[in-house]
């Protein structure tokens, strides 16, 4: 009991004091589940990190619930993911309702409309630099570049897109499997 | 409403490759076309979410959920939205150390990956088409773009470009740009 409570304030302590998710996170992981407890090895963080980055859901919230596994098993990994939504859903609340009552304000308004533009200059940003990345052959720039086609100009809804782009994926790690078993 | 929420969040929890910022296209064909929330609201839903603490999945889901259907909305959806990776990551645990540098996985994830970049793309382009679009009689504009928001966008993008500044910072900016630019253009 004690050791969940331990686990739940650490990734409490990691929800609430990191702002941007995914890898501004890793510091305070560092600090909190390698310096302050010594739970895993600082090489494991880091594999821990890799795998969270191909799973589906944040990075950080997958991390959170591979070390809870490790450390105490499934109540470790249920401590960890509630301690790490804690702070967001409370500080979420309470900016929710504030945010809906102070919208109209015409300062609030330019602010948020200026706040708005940089989204999506950060979410373009974020493209180009997973693009930069992932995007090395020319096949991998095809694919992104009819994905964003059919998202942007034929609207063709994102989840089919992307349950198209795993099977897909699924078929070509499979072919190369029969392929590798043949030679 | 509540439980379709909670379904849609369990589909976007499951198919969100990547981290945050993967999940805006899923949610935008899921949740504004559906009208359950405005696109602007939306947006400033993004913004909200990567200025608190916390994985911007997780402050999305509580957003919108408490959008829907307060304070109980909010914990229905982020548990939704949790769900898929809690699931996936207790029950394979221990497999995916074995499998993590099979050569067969990272084939799987060389044809999502591009197309998940493709998707984040996409959905910078259908929200800026609706941010910078300029409403009818209001603010400096031309061709029908709001040319103050198209400043900040391009400002912000260059900024984060050339310095890679952490998002907060941008966004800092966007809101002191804003203030001013549309202060002084009156909106």
């Not at chain 1, 998202?151 to 989840?159: H, I, L, W």
Request: proline letters at 4%; a positive charge.
């Amino acid at each position: 009991m004690r050791l969940l409570w331990q686990i739940y304030t650490s990734f409490f302590r990691i929800g609430l004091f990191t702002i941007g998710g995914g890898y501004a996170m890793l510091p305070m992981f560092q600090k909190e589940i390698i310096d302050k407890r010594g739970w895993i090895a600082q090489d494991r963080l880091l594999d821990i990190y890799a795998a969270s980055q191909s799973l589906p859901g944040a990075i950080a919230f997958n991390a959170s619930t591979f070390i809870g596994t490790i450390v105490a098993g499934v109540p470790g990994a249920i401590a960890a993911s509630l301690g790490i939504a804690t702070p967001s859903i409370t500080i979420i609340m309470l900016i929710a309702e504030f945010v809906s009552k102070v919208m109209d304000i015409p300062v609030v308004e330019y602010a948020l409309r200026g706040m708005s533009a940089a989204v999506v200059a950060l979410i373009i940003h974020a493209a180009m630099r997973i693009g930069i990345r992932s995007t090395r052959t020319p096949i991998a720039l095809a694919l992104a570049l009819i994905s964003l086609v059919l998202v942007a100009f034929v609207r063709v809804n994102s989840v089919r897109i992307i349950v198209t782009a795993i099977l897909c994926g699924v078929a070509y790690a499979w072919w190369t499997y029969k392929r590798d078993k043949l030679a | 409403m509540l439980i379709s929420a909670m379904l849609v969040f369990i589909k976007v929890g499951a198919l969100t490759v990547g981290g945050g910022l993967a999940m805006i296209p899923l949610l935008q064909d899921e949740i504004v076309s559906r009208g359950w929330i405005s696109l602007t609201e939306f947006t400033h839903m993004i913004s909200i979410a990567e200025m608190t603490p916390g994985p911007i999945i997780v402050n999305l889901a509580t957003f919108v959920g408490y959008r829907l259907g307060g304070a109980l909305g909010a914990i229905a959806c982020t548990f939704a939205v949790m769900l898929p990776s809690f699931a996936i990551v207790t029950l394979l645990s221990s497999l995916l150390f074995a499998h993590k540098d099979n050569p067969y996985v990272s084939r799987v994830f060389s044809i999502v990956r591009p197309v998940v970049v493709g998707l984040i793309g996409g959905a910078g382009i259908n929200l800026g088409s609706q941010i910078l679009r300029a409403e009818n009689g209001y603010g400096l504009q031309f061709a029908g773009i709001d040319l103050v928001a198209a400043f900040i966008f391009a400002s912000t993008l260059l900024l984060l470009w050339k310095t890679d500044s952490h998002p907060v910072q941008a966004l800092m900016i966007g809101a002191a740009l804003g203030l001013l630019l549309f202060g002084i253009t009156g909106g």
